[in-house]
T-cell receptor
Framework: EAQVTQNPRYLITVTGKKLTVTCSQN?????MSWYRQDPGLGLRQIYY???????DKGDVPEGYKVSRKEKRNFPLILESPSPNQTSLYFC?????????????FGPGTRLTVL | AQKVTQAQTEISVVEKEDVTLDCVYE???????LFWYKQPPSGELVFLIR??????QNEISGRYSWNFQKSTSSFNFTITASQVVDSAVYFC??????????FGKGITLSVRP
């Protein structure tokens, strides 16, 4: 089944404890992206990747890192999480840039930073 | 940043009513793309439509229709004869030359039986 998977789905952690949220797609998509969703703010793009080893900042990259060593994986790294990073995170992928192709979203990861 | 504005935050209608969700965007690009996504209560995001800036034709898909007007920088979404299953948060989004995908804040639509 074609899908975008994220793990974990739910995570409660403490300030400063490094964490990684994994994202994987099995559709051989070139474009992958991370978003955070906050009440009243909609979805905001954190980072995106046009292809392997090519990443770029979205609108809210501060406090996050990403890597794209393989086509299928695009992990989101929080080196030192803070409470303002408590949010619902979505990973997404599309064959090429989403201007040209439908973007498929993962199920979301709800992160709470205490 | 080139914003996407969804001025309506919450809309409540009774089943079978028609409802229009507004979307206004800012852009300095000649070529850009506009989107609508649906987020039902289960939380997943579902793609509804993509429209490029050169195609101002309105589109209809079943009970859904979209009205794209470059003159007013708007890309409005109408649901005809709404149903309870249409209850969701709806996001409008745009992308342009900088490759970033910018979403509006979303409109929560509640359709009551």
């Amino acid at each position: 089944e074609a899908q975008v998977t994220q793990n974990p789905r739910y995570l409660i952690t403490v300030t400063g404890k490094k964490l990684t949220v994994t994202c994987s797609q099995n559709m051989n998509h070139e474009y992958m992206s991370w978003y955070r969703q906050d009440p009243g703010l909609g979805l905001r793009q954190i980072y995106y990747s046009m292809n392997v080893e090519v990443t770029d900042k979205g609108d809210v990259p501060e406090g996050y890192k990403v890597s794209r060593k393989e086509k299928r994986n695009f992990p989101l790294i929080l080196e030192s999480p803070s409470p303002n990073q408590t949010s619902l995170y979505f990973c997404a992928s599309s064959l090429k840039h989403p201007s040209y192709n439908e973007q498929f979203f993962g199920p979301g990861t709800r992160l709470t930073v205490l | 940043a080139q914003k996407v504005t969804q001025a309506q935050t919450e809309i409540s209608v009774v089943e079978k009513e028609d409802v229009t969700l507004d979307c206004v965007y800012e852009t300095r690009d000649t070529t850009y793309y506009l989107f609508w996504y649906k987020q039902p209560p289960s939380g997943e995001l579902v793609f509804l439509i993509r429209r490029n800036s050169f195609d101002e034709q309105n589109e209809i898909s079943g009970r859904y229709s979209w009205n794209f007007q470059k003159s007013t920088s708007s890309f409005n979404f109408t649901i005809t004869a709404s149903q309870v299953v249409d209850s969701a948060v709806y996001f409008c989004a745009r992308t342009g030359a900088n490759s970033k995908l910018t979403f509006g804040k979303g409109i929560t639509l509640s359709v009551r039986p």
